[in-house]
């Protein structure tokens, strides 16, 4: 069964970038998509982006000019690197698998990590 | 700009059943998904493709479609069931996922 676990710095000062990692246990990383997803704080969760693990990208136009997520097959691993962050950027940020039907132009998230809550604050 | 609407809670007493509805222009031509998340905790995945339940899911959870809605019903609602629920789908042009605001199920 495919699990996943975020890392990375839980305080990020304004204006720096905020780097995750989420690795990938039970199960190859070859073969699916893989997708960032974040939660402020008492609020709803937000799509950031995903990624084949060939390396094609997909990401949420309103973050597009600050996020790189990047993927290391030789680790089963993939990371978000969000920039010039700012307070509006806490939040909670899961790592997800992608299920994707290209044919009916679908996606979806299963199974989830746990979640990290990063916070920016000088 | 285009978002899944959702209402904000939903109350229901123990054994009653539960609906929650997500609305959106393009529903009709995109599949959509449902997501439990209790307090503290990561969401959960508990209906794809508008009405297919993925394993370990109770029958209880069901889904449904009708235009451009999609419902979430809960069948026989537990304590256990007391949750923030998210309805996601993509955008109007299909480009990328989008989620809905999420809907607080309280058991009365």
């Known amino acids: 069964q495919v699990q996943l676990q975020e890392s990375g710095p839980g305080l990020v000062k304004p204006s720096e970038t905020l780097s995750l990692t989420c690795t990938v246990s039970?199960?190859?990383?070859?073969?699916?998509?893989w997708s960032w997803i974040r939660q402020p704080p008492g609020k709803g969760l937000e799509w950031i982006g995903y990624i084949y693990y060939s390396g094609s990208t997909n990401y949420n136009p309103s973050l597009k000019s600050r996020v790189t997520i990047s993927v290391d097959t030789s680790k089963n691993q993939f990371s978000l690197k969000l920039s010039s962050v700012t307070a509006a950027d806490t939040a909670v940020y899961y790592c997800?698998?992608?299920?994707?039907?290209?044919?009916?132009?679908?996606?979806?998230?299963?199974?989830w990590g746990q979640g990290t809550l990063v916070t920016v604050s000088s | 700009s285009y978002e899944l609407t959702q209402p904000p809670s939903v109350s229901v007493s123990p054994g009653q059943t539960a609906r929650i509805t997500c609305s959106a222009d393009a529903l009709p031509k995109q599949y959509a998904y449902w997501y439990q998340q209790k307090p503290g905790q990561a969401p959960v995945l508990v209906i794809y493709k508008d009405s297919e339940r993925p394993s370990g899911i109770p029958e209880r959870f069901s889904g449904s479609s009708s235009g451009t809605t999609v419902t979430l019903t809960i069948s026989g609602v537990q304590a256990e069931d007391e949750a923030d629920y998210y309805c996601q789908s993509a955008d109007s042009s299909g480009t990328y996922p989008l989620f809905g605001g999420g809907t607080k199920l309280t058991v009365l």
């Open positions: 039970g199960g190859s990383i070859s073969s699916y998509y």
């Open positions: 997800a698998r992608v299920r994707y039907i290209a044919a009916a132009g679908t996606w979806w998230f299963d199974p």
